[in-house]
């Protein structure tokens, strides 16, 4: 049973910078893509982005890309959110989640199996 922990949240200013972490206990059999998401009091679960673990290949949403990058430590089973020139509309529960991107769609909840409990990212303005 893969575990995932994110942790770096916390409170800033607008403009601001704040960079997640995501730890994975294991690298299970098949999993190869990490995926952040997002979900603000109100509002749909969104995505933000993924990373391959082996290649490095990311994708974005459109509104966070240029400000925010994906990067991983295979060493160490983590993977960085770098959030840079914050809004507060992107105040929310950032959530990490590891699945498999043959044949899926890496922007869908569903193509994920493990998830983490969540960090807290609050974008004063």
């Known amino acids: 049973q893969v575990q995932l922990v994110e942790s770096g949240g916390g409170l800033v200013q607008a403009g601001g910078s704040l960079r997640l972490s995501c730890v994975a206990t294991?690298?299970?059999?098949?999993?190869?893509?990490i995926g952040w998401f997002r979900h603000a009091p109100g509002k749909e679960r969104e995505y933000v982005g993924t990373?391959?673990?082996?290649?490095?290949?990311?994708t974005y949403l459109h509104s966070v890309r240029g400000r925010f990058t994906l990067s991983k430590d295979n060493a160490n089973n983590t993977v960085y959110l770098q959030m840079n020139s914050l809004k507060p509309e992107d105040t929310a529960v950032y959530y990490c989640?590891?699945?498999?991107?043959?044949?899926?769609?890496?922007?869908?909840?569903?193509?994920?199996?493990?998830w983490g409990q969540g960090t807290q990212v609050t974008v004063a303005s």
């Open positions: 989640a590891a699945g498999v991107s043959t044949g899926r769609r890496w922007d869908s909840t569903g193509s994920y199996k493990y």
């Open positions: 294991e690298r299970a059999f098949g999993i190869d893509i």
């Open positions: 990373i391959n673990w082996d290649n490095g290949f990311t």
